[in-house]
């Protein structure tokens, strides 16, 4: 099955805010993230967008295996953004880069932090962001993996979500052409400002606030949302403490409503 890719009506729109910006679509690679980084390394430091129809060794954080699948046209779009960056502060690039992925494609959307999207309290889609340094370049590399049709949950340590739940005519191009432009201006944004200028906007979408959070670190209670550097804040019996690292997996009882208008500080 031939895919169509807008490949050359989103390096039109990109090339102005990334010069030198190329985009590559890959038949099959190992990982989209492995081949931008083994690049880097080797001097290559070019903005580039990297694009699987296949991955045969997808990766997640924490080394989780990000399964790929080519039945029914493609399930599940891969794709890595690699590009020269210098913030002044790392903290809280995943929740500006899942910022973006959620505002592009649907109000539906949540973040779970650190690096997830879903939709109710299944996974749609992942990020993982790795970067390395060639001589005085920081590169960083971008990987985002969105589930596009319906897939069985055997086997998962979360119950997956499907993009075509939302929006029926979604396909790998269109999903793609939608995340890419917001997603470069985003991580400029990131760039120049930080984290802390999108905290609001997190919070609208913020899928743990007011929920009951255990974490890998041993610290237990209340989500209150994140910190202006992209922490998390849990309300514990020890007061108030700030998550920045560990893994969270959400307790299986029902989210809290809440009426606060905005996250603590």
Not at 89 to 104: M, T
Not at 227 to 240: I, N
């Amino acid at each position: 099955m031939t895919i169509r890719w807008s490949a050359e009506s989103i390096w039109e729109a990109v090339v102005p805010l990334l010069p030198g910006f190329t985009i590559e679509i890959l038949p099959t690679v190992d990982s989209t993230n492995t081949e931008l980084m083994r690049r880097a390394r080797a001097g290559q430091t070019e903005p580039t967008l990297l694009v699987a129809e296949r991955q045969t060794a997808g990766r997640g954080r924490l080394g989780r295996d990000w399964q790929s699948d080519t039945q029914e046209g493609l399930a599940t779009l891969t794709f890595s953004l690699g590009l020269p960056l210098q913030p002044a502060d790392w903290s809280g690039l995943s929740l500006a880069v899942g910022l973006a992925v959620v505002q592009s494609l649907h109000p539906a959307l949540q973040l779970k932090w650190p690096n997830d999207v879903w939709l109710q309290d299944r996974k749609l889609a992942g990020i993982l962001i790795e970067t390395t340094s060639v001589g005085d370049v920081r590169f960083c590399v971008i990987g985002i993996g969105i589930n596009l049709l319906p897939r069985d949950s055997a086997g998962l340590r979360t119950p997956a979500a499907a993009l075509q739940e939302l929006l029926a005519q979604v396909d790998a191009p269109s999903a793609l052409a939608a995340v890419v432009l917001p997603l470069v201006r985003a991580v400029q944004g990131f760039e120049a400002e930080g984290f802390a200028a999108l905290r609001t906007a997190f919070h609208a979408r913020d899928l743990l606030y007011g929920r009951e959070v255990v974490c890998t670190d041993g610290n237990t209670g209340m989500a209150r949302g994140v910190d202006a550097s992209g922490a998390l804040l849990v309300h514990t019996d020890k007061g108030l403490q700030k998550i920045s690292s560990a893994e969270v997996s959400v307790r299986p009882a029902p989210a809290a409503l809440s009426t606060d208008p905005q996250p603590d500080l």
